[in-house]
């Protein structure tokens, strides 16, 4: 059973260009969520996501980033007009149930973004 | 508003010494707390996970944890380390009722020779 895929797993982009950010939950998972983490910082929740619908957006910022995991394919995380300080390790983790916080999270290995 | 605080950025210990990695929480409700390891270029795995019930837990690699309510923390311990725990490691709490979990900001072990 593979685990949580992402892709690409290294991305760079330069100021003012559009980064798209994939993430395959594990099969069986219809939950996604994604984390940003800054160096020398612990994850920060950006976004919850079941099939079509946003669950909980409340980390992401109020510009240029969305989030949507469609019926069919992987979640993407959208950032467009990237600036330097987008730079960051971006995790996608899945989840088999929603609301059963004790349900562990399966993260995927990351996409570094490094803006240019 | 829940929230998690790892003591010491950076831990280094002996090879074959107790590793004693701290946490503690807030929360307004009963939380679940767990203990994530990151290496390098890697995601994140789950060591161990408090829920309910036994308040010492035991995870992978010999690691265990112990949920102490009084002193609102679920320090993580090893009882000799080993090279290959070098890696940062993750406290997390979310609550009973949500899906949210809230991150520590990491704490890197460095195990010498």
Known sequence: ?116 | AQSVTQLGSHVSVSEGALVLLRCNYSSSVPPYLFWYVQYPNQGLQLLLKYTTGATLVKGINGFEAEFKKSETSFHLTKPSAHMSDAAEYFCAVSDTGGFKTIFGAGTRLFVKA
């Open chain 1, 1 to 116: 059973n593979a685990g949580v895929m992402q892709n690409p797993r290294h991305l760079v982009r330069r100021r003012g260009q559009e980064a798209r950010l994939r993430c395959s939950p594990m099969k069986g998972h219809s939950h996604v969520y994604w984390y940003r983490q800054l160096p020398e910082e612990g994850l920060k929740f950006m976004v919850y996501l079941q099939k079509e619908n946003i669950i909980d957006e409340s980390g992401m910022p109020k510009e240029r980033f969305s989030a949507e995991f469609p019926k069919e394919g992987p979640s993407i995380l959208r950032i467009q007009q990237v600036v330097r300080g987008d730079s960051a390790a971006y995790f996608c983790a899945s989840s088999p149930q929603r609301g059963e916080a004790h349900n562990e999270q399966f993260f995927g290995p990351g996409t570094r973004l490094t803006v240019l």
